[in-house]
């Protein structure tokens, strides 16, 4: 069956310092892969998908950037934090259109 | 743009009874809805979905009513039990559009024992 994994769960960042966060999905090949994020009592808001390796869409301006260096790996990323980026990022993949997307546990990203 | 949009950010029922929550959207290219049901510091879970071609879909306690005239769905959970309670989002997607989801704000459903 297939699986998500997505680490760290919680992590506490100083503004102005990087960030990486991984996402790693087993059991299927060539997912689609997606970066959301969900602020505090707001809905998930899409931040980056990708439909294969090195294929990355933004759907919204912002301070981060996504990666897909394996097929089934999907990284974001950015070089300095902003207070504005704290937040719950989920990642989640599936198997292409019409089909549901299966979601990661989250990160819960607080910046100090 | 709030292309879906749940208006009721919260929702109180008594176990057993009927739990209905709402969506509407606005985006005609929209042919695919799906209803996740999220825990607090946890991921989303799918729940159940439905075609356009479609107006209603069943799985268990859980049915869901696509009103395409009205770009309206709902979410039917009989009997409602205290484990339902969670925060519930819909979503759509256009299979023109790679299927990307676009979620709704979320309702908080609550099933008092």
């Known amino acids: 069956s297939q699986t998500i994994h997505q680490w760290p769960a919680t992590l506490v960042q100083p503004v102005g310092s990087p960030l990486s966060l991984e996402c790693t999905v087993e059991g299927t090949s060539n997912p689609n892969l997606y970066w959301y994020r969900q602020a505090a009592g707001r809905g998930l808001q899409l931040l980056f998908y990708s439909v294969g390796i090195g294929q990355i869409s933004s759907e919204v301006p912002q301070n981060l950037s996504a990666s897909r260096p394996q097929d089934r790996q999907f990284i974001l990323s950015s070089k300095k934090l902003l207070l504005s980026d704290s937040g719950f990022y989920l990642c989640a993949w599936n198997g292409g259109v019409n089909q549901p997307q299966h979601f990661g546990d989250g990160t819960r990203l607080s910046i100090l | 743009d709030q292309q879906v949009k749940q208006n009721s950010p919260s929702l109180s029922v008594q176990e057993g009874r009927i739990s209905i929550l709402n969506c509407d959207y606005t985006?005609?290219?929209?042919?695919?809805f799906l209803w996740y049901k999220k825990y607090p510091a946890e991921g989303p879970t799918f729940l159940i979905s439905i075609s356009s071609i479609k107006d209603k879909n069943e799985d268990g306690r859980f049915t869901v009513f696509l009103n395409k005239s009205a770009k309206h769905l709902s979410l039917h959970i009989v009997p409602s039990q205290p484990g339902d309670s969670a925060v519930y989002f819909c979503?759509?997607?256009?299979?023109?559009?790679?299927?990307?989801?676009?979620f709704g704000q979320g309702t908080t459903l609550q099933v008092k024992p």
């Open positions: 985006n005609s290219m929209f042919d695919y």
């Open positions: 979503a759509a997607s256009a299979s023109s559009n790679t299927g990307k989801l676009i």
